[in-house]
């Protein structure tokens, strides 16, 4: 094993497209980690969804071995954490594995919400932080400028920035120096009893499930049995290795190094991100602090389009669980939908990633139902209850009050866009925390419901920007508010899968948006169709689609015949994706295209 | 004698008008030559391949027929008289432009064997035409016509409703002057705005104002029903009207599911081989056509064998358009399998359709649905 000394962990902390994967495939090719022919794009983004979206969803390690200028040989372990804010706990265990971070930061972009908030759990984890200006080939780049940002928006210091482009590998040495001469080396006890941060699993269709972990005391080895302190599971070690990104198995693992191992796990469920291990036989006193059970966040429901692949669904489902601990489900039946699941995510790229592996990975198609919040219903006998689903909702006079989750957002926007963001803020029932600039870009604190923002917010706040705002939050708690739920009735008949939960105030302009939504998205029948919406009884909002009148081709002759052909081949394929509900047929994107507002 | 009808697309016309989706196009100039030569090598192809048929009826149309060469017309024709069986009662058509200069040529067309006329008036006012993009006059479609009258036997004329800021008695007074002029064929095309053309570009951008709404749309359709049945011209078809016998017997060929020869430019042919249906397809851009034909490539032309399904749906779509209706029975051959019996049973409670002697047939109120109909039929 490496002395303490020669060992360096760390992770990178980048916003969206500001050069993290880029970074890691320059350090890993500059290493000679992989062989030339072996290197290809985003070495570390495994996942179709990961390259696609230039996100990762799913930490991952890399070990680079490197020679100094001054010739010492260091162990570099690079942990590849996810960006995301849904996975903010995934990404404050990762951090807790490594001692430093780099501060990856676009010199031609500037500082963005999202980086805030990861610099942030570095800094929390006591992490030593490098910053490195990417992108300083670009004409636009402003390194000063955007230095100058770092240091006031932040508050670390950023004078010694690394200067470097990962694209043309311009100063990509130089951050390799940094790392060995600023980043404090690891530290442990091999002598003591095991003690061992679960980082990240996944499941491998040979291995079975793959347990990545920072060793802090002691060693872990073949053959060692081992507990899991939160879950109290044991099992076996087959394999202890490290990745370099492919596996290279090793004897064993010491203190201050990151690996992996395989124990015969079968479910990913069973390793819990941020659990202890220990042996079995030999076990630490005290596991390490700050392990937090998943939590859904966010909730919807999943229909198959075609309603006899509901068995494929629930296996595909099943399957995807296995391999991810933090995604919920139970069976769900809708009046409008037939059967279907409910889910229960970590946020809504959470849900839009677990979305698309099902359709792809899956082939099926999905009716997704709105995202829901967890709203807490305290009901006048005293007792509460959390409600995930609208069509669950109690009795109104069994109600005391409701309460339901809050954020706090934190957006970054250039000036000119400023007054659109905070009036869309605004109009989402926010409430103002701060307003600072930094350079010529505002940026503003918000508090704001989690319900406003689960649904749109982002493509909202995406389409007033041009793209320019950077959005990111945090879960702050629960607060009481009037809240109350909207059906929604078409031809007299209540539908269950568009039931929303909206604030009183805004309810009317809701229901109306949403009547006039649904009028253009249902056809028209060969009858009159009321379009309502109500709340507790009362009708709050109507719209009618007429009856259907005239439906003719003016001219069809020999030629038409094909045409039409194909757009009867078209309306076959609309059909099945129509829902029947009553005597009135509505397409399956109503359900989600009926609560975009286009205020 | 199996029996055949021919429809002969010629793909230019000087103008594109806006309303237009058809597989037509603009040339500076038009080798007429070459271009005969083609048809006529096409046809020799097709010749080979059905030698032994009767043609019932042929059709030139476009783009605008009636910039075709008399020559081209002639050669073209006796190239069909020399390979095939030709009837004494065939019926040959030729859709024109009633402009001046084509008038001039319609005796010659006659001459060469042409039979009926199909004219494209499109409106009676200046205003009309020129909002539709027409290249002539109102006085000169009468003036057309006039002399078509006095070469063809049969002539029709098309004429389009529906137009932007038309009123209902507007309408009702330029189709009476249509009736007065008719020898006993007329087209009224509702006007419709399609995707790719000049008119659906300004009707997505909310520019092409004051065309008739839902509602009105129906009165436009019912009152032309109404004025044409009163004057004895019937609806064979849901746009074409005519005095008894004076049916397009081409067209007919189409709505009743038979079969027919497509040459030319992105024509499409339906022909029977072993009693199995088959659709071919040129390719429609005009040079590529041209260099194909002249290469012989007809291999890459499309002729591809179509399901007893598609076949069955292709005769319920066309043949739901005619007054006589479509066969049951001749559906239930074509399909292996029947109707759904509920749908026709709940459309025939909605009172959209009539079913009598295995014939079933759109009411006056199924007539203005007949595409929620064949939906209610066939998904």
Redesign the interface.
């Known amino acids: 094993m490496a002395k303490f000394e020669n060992i360096r962990n760390f992770s990178i902390v980048a916003h969206i497209d500001h050069g993290k994967s880029t970074l890691a495939d320059r350090l890993i090719q500059l290493t000679n980690t992989v062989a030339s022919r072996d290197m290809k794009e985003q070495i570390l983004d495994s996942m179709d969804i990961e390259r696609e979206r230039g996100i990762t969803i799913k930490a991952n390690t890399v070990r680079l071995n490197y020679i100094s200028k001054s010739g010492s040989e260091y162990i570099l372990n690079l942990i590849d954490t996810p960006g995301h804010v849904d996975f903010s706990y995934e990404v404050s265990r990762s951090m807790k594995a490594v001692e430093g971070s780099l501060l990856v930061v676009d010199a031609s972009q500037g500082v963005e919400a999202q980086t805030l908030a990861n610099v942030y759990t570095a800094i929390d984890a006591d992490h030593e932080i490098i910053t490195v200006l990417n992108k300083v080939d670009l004409p636009a780049a402003d390194c000063d400028r955007v230095a100058e940002q770092i240091e006031d928006v932040i508050g670390i210091d950023a004078t010694d920035a690394v200067k470097i482009s990962a694209k043309t590998g311009i100063g990509v040495e130089n951050v390799l120096e940094a790392i060995v001469n600023k980043l404090p080396c690891p530290s442990g006890d091999i002598e003591r009893p095991l003690k061992a941060l679960l980082v990240d699993s996944w499941y491998d269709a040979y291995l079975g499930v793959v347990v990545m972990v920072r060793v802090k005391d002691g060693r872990l080895k073949k053959g060692d049995k081992i507990l899991m302190m939160q879950t109290g599971a044991t099992f076996t070690i087959d394999k202890v290795a490290v990745l370099k990104p492919q596996m290279e198995n090793i004897e064993f693992l010491g203190p201050g190094e990151i690996g992996v191992f395989t124990a015969s796990i079968k479910q990913v469920r069973d390793t819990r991100v941020g659990d202890t291990i220990t042996l079995d036989r030999d076990q630490c006193i005290e596991p390490l602090t700050g392990y937090k059970p998943s939590q859904p966040v966010v909730f919807c429901g999943l229909f198959p389009v075609d309603s006899s692949e509901f068995e494929v669904l629930r296996s595909s489902i099943e399957k995807l669980a296995l391999n991810d601990a933090s995604f919920s489900f139970e069976m769900e039946t809708s009046a409008a939908l037939g059967f279907g699941f409910r889910c229960g995510f970590l946020g809504l790229l959470h849900l839009e990633v677990i979305r698309d592996r099902i359709e792809r990975e899956y082939s099926i198609e999905l009716i997704t139902t709105a995202p829901s919040v967890i709203y807490q219903i305290f009901k006048t006998d005293g007792s509460m209850l959390e409600l995930h689903n609208p069509a669950d909702m109690p009795d109104a006079v069994k109600i005391d009050h409701i309460k339901e989750p809050r954020i706090k957002a934190t957006i970054l926007v250039p000036d000119e866009f400023l007054g659109d963001v905070l009036k869309l803020c605004q109009d989402r029932r926010g409430i103002q925390n701060d307003l600072t600039y930094a350079g010529a870009r505002a940026m503003v604190v918000y508090d704001l419901p989690l319900n406003e923002v689960v649904f749109d917010f982002h493509d909202r706040l995406k389409s007033v920007t041009k793209g320019y705002a950077s959005f990111d939050y945090q879960i702050t708690g629960y607060s009481a508010d009037q809240l109350v739920k909207m059906q929604i009735l078409v031809n007299d008949e209540p539908v269950d899968a568009l039931s929303t939960m909206v604030h009183r105030a805004r309810s009317e302009a809701r229901g109306r948006v949403m009547c006039e939504k649904l009028k253009e998205l249902i056809p028209q029948h060969m009858f009159k169709v009321p379009i309502q919406a109500s709340i507790g009884g009362r009708i709050i909002a109507r719209e009618t689609i007429s009856a259907l009148r005239k439906d003719v081709t003016a001219k069809c002759y020999g030629g038409d015949m094909t045409r039409k052909r194909k757009l009867l081949d078209k309306q076959k394929a609309g059909k099945k994706r129509m829902r029947q509900f009553g005597r009135v047929e509505i397409p399956q994107e109503a359900f989600i295209k009926a609560l975009k507002t286009n205020e | 004698m199996s029996q055949l009808s021919i ?1 002969i ?1 010629w793909p230019f016309c000087e103008a594109k008008c806006p309303y237009c989706d ?2 037509s196009h603009v040339r500076k100039s038009i080798n007429q030559e070459e271009w005969t030569k083609s048809y006529i090598s096409s046809l020799k192809y097709w010749a080979q391949k059905f030698p032994k048929s009767k043609i019932n009826s042929i059709f030139f ?1 476009g783009g605008t027929p009636s910039l075709m060469s008399d020559r081209a017309i002639n050669e073209i024709l006796s190239t069909i008289y020399k390979h095939w069986s030709i009837p004494s009662d065939i019926e040959i058509s030729l859709e024109a432009n009633p402009t001046s200069s084509e008038s001039k040529k319609f005796k010659s067309y006659s001459a060469s064997g042409i039979n009926r006329l199909s004219l494209g008036v499109q409106a009676l006012n200046d205003k009309d035409l020129k909002k539709l993009g027409r290249l002539h006059t109102a006085k000169e479609a009468r003036n057309a016509f006039d002399i078509a009258s006095c070469n063809f036997n049969r002539v029709s004329f098309d004429l389009i409703y529906g137009r932007q800021y038309q009123t209902l008695k507007n309408w009702e007074s330029e189709l009476l002057d249509a009736i007065k002029m008719t020898m006993g064929h007329l087209s009224l ?4 705005i399609e995707d790719n053309t000049r008119f659906g570009q300004l009707f997505s951008k909310g520019k092409l104002r004051g065309l008739p709404e ?2 009105s ?2 009165e436009f ?1 019912n009152l032309t029903q109404k004025v044409c049945e009163a004057n004895d011209l019937h609806a064979y078809e ?2 074409n009207h005519c005095k008894k016998g004076q049916e397009c017997k081409h ?1 007919l ?2 709505w009743r599911g038979k079969p ?1 020869l ?1 040459v030319g430019p ?5 022909v029977d081989i072993n009693k199995k249906r088959y ?1 071919t ?1 040129a390719p429609s851009n005009p040079e590529l056509w041209l260099n194909q034909v002249q290469n012989s490539e007809f291999k890459n032309f499309k002729f591809e064998q179509i399901s007893h399904t ?1 076949h069955a ?2 005769y319920i ?2 043949s739901l ?1 005619l007054k006589e209706g479509m066969n049951i029975n001749h559906y239930t051959n074509l399909a292996k399998d029947e109707l759904p019996n509920d749908k026709v049973k709940q459309l025939i409670i ?1 009172k959209l359709i009539t079913l009598e002697n295995n014939i079933l047939k759109t009411t006056k109120t199924g ?6 109909i ?2 209610q039929l ?2």
Request: charged share 20%; glycine share 8%; proline share 0%.
């Open positions: 429809y697309h058809f597989n149309g095309y509702q006007l419709t839902d509602v749309s129906v359709f849901i746009s067209n060929t189409y027919f497509g992105g024509a499409h042919g339906r659709m397809e598609a749906e292709e779509m066309m358009r909605e007539k203005l649905l007949t595409n929620y064949i939906r066939l998904c």
